[in-house]
């Protein structure tokens, strides 16, 4: 596929997407509402522990902020992947969309971009909240760093949205990784606390979770304002990260639908 081709149909879902989302302004509102809630709420529970409490050297505030925004982010990009399979096979048109000229994998890109472009809406929204309604303090946050960090995590969710949609198609259980990142991994990765105040065992599995240092690195470059140097370990992890993950999880999920095609199992769910 041509770049202009690759443009032109990724402008085109986008179009697609938004039209959508502008029929449905009552969940804009929706949205905003609750992250407002979720956002006081947390400035409220920092209050409550006192500030005393300054993990990493940062008030506790700006660390819940950046760590539940940010890995709420990531895993509703995730799920994005595993919600676009899911509704193609409950409304059988996911073998119609797979026999298109189009690459699956770059179909399935294309219809996650508009997620992951309202995702970022949110997070935006999210933070502003929290450091400007609420004076958290931002420092001089190093915000090349930061989007470096956010370019290599966005690939790494991505990675595990395409594994997860992957897993859908196979045995119709994608929503399993989905879950152990919603209900487990948080716990392990720094979300609401530092990975450091975790028994050894389990610092040594935070340390094979990326979110971890997306965490950590998206908190350096904000509200340590850290440069290059301090970010080298974060950065340099993530980029393994995505190296390995992004090619392996578009070959596993090339075989996983040459399988559900030759066992005619593409629309089970």
């Given at each position: 596929m041509s770049?202009?081709?690759?443009?032109?149909k990724?402008?085109?879902?986008?179009?697609?997407?938004?039209?959508t989302a502008?029929?449905?302004?009552?969940?804009?509102l929706?949205?905003?509402?609750?992250?407002?809630?979720?956002?006081?709420a947390?400035?409220?529970?920092?209050?409550?522990?006192?500030?005393?409490?300054?993990?990493?050297?940062?008030?506790?505030?700006?660390?819940?902020?950046v760590?539940?925004?940010?890995?709420?982010?990531?895993?509703m990009?995730?799920?994005?992947?595993?919600?676009?399979?899911q509704?193609?096979q409950?409304?059988?048109?996911?073998?119609?969309?797979?026999?298109?000229?189009?690459?699956?994998?770059?179909?399935?890109?294309?219809?996650?971009?508009?997620?992951f472009?309202?995702?970022?809406?949110?997070?935006?929204?999210?933070?502003?909240?929290g450091?400007?309604?609420?004076?958290?303090p931002?420092?001089?946050?190093?915000?090349?760093g930061g989007?470096?960090?956010?370019?290599l995590?966005?690939?790494?969710?991505?990675s595990?949205?395409?594994?997860a949609?992957?897993?859908?198609?196979?045995i119709?259980?994608?929503?399993?990784?989905?879950?152990?990142?919603g209900?487990?991994?948080?716990?392990?990765?720094?979300?609401?606390f530092?990975?450091?105040?975790?028994?050894?065992?389990?610092?040594?599995?935070?340390?094979?979770?990326?979110?971890?240092?997306?965490?950590?690195?998206?908190?350096?470059?904000?509200?340590?304002?850290?440069?290059?140097?301090?970010?080298f370990?974060?950065?340099?992890?993530?980029?393994?990260?995505?190296a390995?993950?992004?090619?392996?999880?578009?070959?596993?999920?090339?075989?996983?639908?040459?399988?559900?095609?030759?066992?005619?199992?593409?629309?089970?769910?």
């Open positions: 770049l202009a081709g690759f443009a032109d990724l402008g085109a879902t986008v179009r697609r997407d938004l039209l502008v029929r449905h302004r009552t969940g804009f929706m949205t905003a509402a609750g992250a407002l809630a979720e956002v006081a947390f400035y409220y529970l920092a209050r409550a522990v006192g500030p005393g409490f300054r993990p990493e050297g940062s008030d506790y505030f700006p660390f819940l902020l760590g539940t925004g940010f890995y709420t982010f990531l895993v990009g995730i799920n994005s992947f595993l919600t676009i399979v509704e193609a409950q409304t059988g048109t996911l073998e119609v969309l797979m026999t298109t000229s189009t690459p699956p994998a770059a179909l399935l890109v294309f219809s996650a971009v508009s997620a472009a309202g995702n970022t809406a949110q997070l935006i929204f999210y933070f502003g909240a450091f400007l309604l609420f004076r958290s931002l420092g001089q946050a190093n915000l090349l989007a470096i960090v956010f370019a995590s966005l690939a790494i969710a991505a595990l949205g395409i594994l949609a992957a897993l859908q198609l196979a119709q259980k994608g929503s399993v990784l989905v879950w152990l990142l209900s487990g991994a948080w716990f392990m990765t720094g979300t609401l530092p990975v450091a105040s975790l028994p050894r065992p389990l610092r040594v599995l935070a340390g094979m979770i990326p979110i971890t240092y997306s965490l950590d690195g998206m908190r350096l470059c904000l509200l340590q304002g850290a440069d290059f140097p301090a970010l370990h974060s950065i340099s992890v993530l980029f393994l990260f995505a390995t993950l992004l090619p392996a999880s578009l070959a596993v999920f090339s075989s996983t639908l040459r399988r559900a095609r030759l066992e005619g199992t593409l629309s089970f769910y």
